[in-house]
Nanobody, 115 residues
Framework: QVQLQESGGGLAQAGGSLRLSCKASGNIFNIDAMGWYRQAPGKEREFVAVISGSVTTDYADSVKGRFTISRDNVKNTVYLQMNSLKPEDTAMYYC?????????WGQGTQVTVSS
């Protein structure tokens, strides 16, 4: 079992920044990739960013150049630095980690961007 706990969400103005954190606990030794998804009201959950165990990253087109995913393996934590925020970035942000065929998810952290 893996537990994921997000933090760092909140309210930001357009053009501002927020940094999300996701701390993993439990069976962390089998964690390789970790990622972020988001879900806005009335919309499906969508991919935001992913980072592999070898620190390869990938981003959704909508956030490329604005968001940066990173990880600290000592702290078992993955981060999402969000810059140049837009109102359309408003969503619940979820951390995820696939481990041994099971997709684990955190409870989510709300990000609200005002115009």
């Amino acid at each position: 079992q893996v537990q994921l706990q997000e933090s760092g969400g909140g309210l930001a103005q357009a053009g501002g920044s927020l940094r999300l954190s996701c701390k993993a606990s439990g069976n962390i030794f089998n964690i390789d990739a970790m990622g972020w998804y988001r879900q806005a009201p009335g919309k499906e959950r969508e991919f935001v960013a992913v980072i592999s165990g070898s620190v390869t990253t990938d981003y959704a087109d909508s956030v490329k150049g604005r968001f940066t995913i990173s990880r600290d393996n000592v702290k078992n934590t993955v981060y999402l630095q969000m810059n140049s925020l837009k109102p359309e970035d408003t969503a619940m942000y979820y951390c995820t980690a696939p481990v041994e065929g099971v997709d684990y998810w955190g409870q989510g952290t709300q990000v609200t961007v005002s115009s």
